[in-house]
């Protein structure tokens, strides 16, 4: 029976929403750099956008990278978008509240209502940490801190600006609830949020106690009491420290793909469980376990029995998401190849939700539609099955000439692989970034440069590429090509001195002189030139 793909490129990339709970959640769309970001509420409605030169920061944030999305939720403050010399929170309208220099300001994400980030008093001196309050005021009175936590279940840990270095469990309130043990507290190198009641501290070798450590991990409760030591629950420190605990569970990984799983008890549920990721929601766990040269995801009880499979019949399934409430699975009819996604109510395993589109993952009760293989999101329906929102041909990023030639006068965003020509691209008139995987060609066409709106130029692993079109110069708007893999290129240098529009050349594995970036960056200071070598191309 034929192999669903889908779900392990899922794993691999990550679900961008379902561990966390959200009263209040957004998508943030973006189908390129060159593009505003959509800001989209649960009804579909688009309630602001944000300019392509602002890039929203966000905890586990791709939305630079491969995704096109991301869920965001306002219950834990404004969102912090950056530019190339500012910060700057927004509220739920759209509306900048706050503005910060990032030569004096270094800044992350908002939680519970709080943002833990890092200050540079003087020009000079060292940074500290922070808090900022919902407003983006300097919150406790502007109190600095060595080390500080973001805020999570009300608590942060803190190292203090004292001659002690002392660290200490304070509330939202920035009051002392708790100190950490005088015992280890001088050879602590970092601790982690509180998650379940307990948050990890990291303590470097040292004696204390009356004899001598090595590195430590151990889960301290709002008290500061240390409740848990995983030399006690997995044995020696191995080079990885334990996740946090989710819903009263944590994993400690022993390589990248083997964990132990353990409750907050200390009590160990499983040892040496391959797996490529873990997701864990409040009744819940999902596995990606390795089968038959692939990932199949596999679902838990807490108590780690396994729930099984729906039965489909004459149908191959697999699970691809958990969240609180619900099971998303796919499904593949054996007699007429028919593909569909269903949506599960995770109680009973009733189907609330089919479609024959790809479904990606679940915030809340939108449902993401779209290619889990490159995270690029396509449509947002309801469990009604009714369309939110959808991405148009303007902001669709297309990835074959057969699906984006009926469109090629709206096409914007165009990522092509496996082609030994690309002549089609000459029909694309509108075309804004490109992107070209594998070309097998040696070079593109002329009509390249003759594209009035062509930004950006990506072109990744294409050994036999020998040349780039002198008509880039004739390109106005471009500013930005990035290269990787490409190393027969000869006539880089000639492209770079006479594309004067250029503000960022990318290379990885490509060859330039050395001498040429010294040169260009005297007489270009606006052009930014990064060349990395990677070993074996990786």
């Not at 697999?318 to 995770?346: M, P, R």
């Not at 004067?500 to 970036?517: A, C, E, G, M, P």
Request: glycine share 6%.
């Amino acid at each position: 029976m034929k192999r669903l793909t889908f779900f392990f490129c899922l794993l691999v990339v990550g679900l961008t929403s379902t561990l966390y709970a959200q009263s209040d959640p957004v998508i943030i769309y973006r189908a390129s750099t060159s593009d505003p970001s959509q800001v989209i509420d649960k009804t579909g409605k688009i309630i602001f956008t944000i300019k392509p030169e602002y890039k929203p920061e966000l905890e586990e944030s791709d939305i630079l990278g491969m995704s096109t999305y991301y869920s965001f939720d306002f219950t834990d403050g404004p969102l912090h978008v950056i530019s190339k010399d500012s910060s700057f929170l927004m509220n739920r309208q759209g509306k900048i509240i706050a503005a910060f220099p990032r030569t004096k300001y270094r800044l992350k994400f908002y939680s519970e209502g709080m943002m833990a980030g890092w200050i540079r008093p003087e020009p000079k001196s060292s940074e500290v940490m922070i808090y900022l309050d919902s407003n983006g005021k300097e919150a406790f009175n502007g109190k600095m801190f060595t080390k500080a936590t973001p805020f999570s279940e009300g608590h942060a840990i803190v190292q203090l600006k004292d001659s002690a270095a002392s660290w200490q469990i304070i509330n939202i309130s920035g009051q002392k609830v708790a100190d950490l043990s005088p015992d280890f507290a001088t050879f602590i190198q970092s601790a982690n949020p509180f998650s379940s009641g307990l948050a990890v501290v990291t303590i470097k070798p040292g004696s204390y106690r009356g004899k001598s450590h090595n590195y430590e991990y151990v889960f301290v409760d709002y008290h500061g009491k240390e409740v848990l030591n995983m030399m006690n629950v997995t044995g020696l420190y191995n080079g990885y420290g334990p996740n946090d605990f989710k819903n009263n569970l944590s994993f400690l990984r022993s390589d990248p793909y083997t964990f132990t799983l353990f409750d907050k008890s200390g009590k160990i549920l499983a040892r040496n469980l391959q797996s490529a990721k873990i997701d864990i929601t409040e009744q819940l766990l999902l596995l990606a376990i390795p089968e038959e040269n692939s990932f199949v995801g596999h679902v838990y009880d807490h108590s780690y029995k396994e729930i099984p499979l729906p039965v489909r019949k004459d149908s191959r399934v697999e699970f691809i998401f958990i969240t609180d409430k619900h099971i998303g699975i796919y499904t593949l009819d054996s007699l007429t190849n028919a593909f569909a996604s269903e949506i599960l109510n995770a109680s009973d395993m009733s189907t609330v939700y089919k479609t024959d589109k790809i479904v990606m993952d679940m915030v809340d009760e939108m449902i993401l539609i779209g290619d889990p293989r490159s995270q690029k999101l396509l449509e947002i329906e309801d469990l009604k099955g009714n369309s939110l929102f959808g991405a148009t041909p303007e902001t669709r990023v297309f990835e074959s000439f057969k699906e984006a030639l009926p469109h090629k006068e709206q096409v914007n965003h165009l990522k092509i692989s496996h082609e030994k020509s690309v002549d089609a691209l000459c029909t694309f008139s509108n075309l804004r970034t490109l992107e070209l995987y594998k070309f097998a060609g040696e070079k593109l066409p002329t009509c390249i440069g003759y594209i009035p709106n062509l930004s950006k130029l990506t072109i990744l692993d294409s050994p036999s590429l020998t040349a780039l079109p002198k008509s880039l110069a004739k390109a106005g708007k471009f500013e930005s090509i990035h290269l990787s893999d490409c190393p027969k290129l000869e006539n880089l240098e000639e492209i770079i001195t006479t594309c004067t529009s250029l503000k960022r050349v990318t290379l990885i594995n490509t060859d330039l002189n050395q001498d040429f970036i010294s040169k260009m960056k005297k007489e270009r200071p606006e052009l930014e030139i990064e060349s990395w070598v990677m070993m074996d191309g990786n």
